[in-house]
């Protein structure tokens, strides 16, 4: 992990995630909807999107389902 302006992060393969990127992918990875981790993680359904928007992009994935499946080959989630 690095620290970075005080934010928590997960650095792999020169790409950095954050904390709460990641928490977003292990409830997605685990079947839960965008509704109900904003619910739970007291959040937007705009800010779970933005997150899981992110986690693509920075995993190079063409949609949330093939992003979820890099992360978990690489053991990140």
């Known amino acids: 992990m690095v620290s970075q302006k005080g934010n928590l ?10 904390i709460e990127e990641l928490e977003v992918a292990r ?3 685990n079947g839960w909807s965008n509704s109900a ?3 739970k993680l007291h959040i ?3 800010t779970v999107k933005s997150r899981m928007k992110k986690i693509i992009a920075k ?3 063409k949609n949330r389902t093939q992003a979820i499946a890099i ?3 690489l053991n990140i989630i």
């Open 44 to 46: 937007s359904i705009h």
């Open 9 to 18: 992060q997960f650095k792999t393969c020169g790409v950095e995630f954050s």
């Open 71 to 73: 992360l978990t080959m």
């Open 27 to 29: 409830f997605i990875a």
């Open 37 to 39: 981790i904003a619910e």
């Open 59 to 61: 995993t190079d994935a």
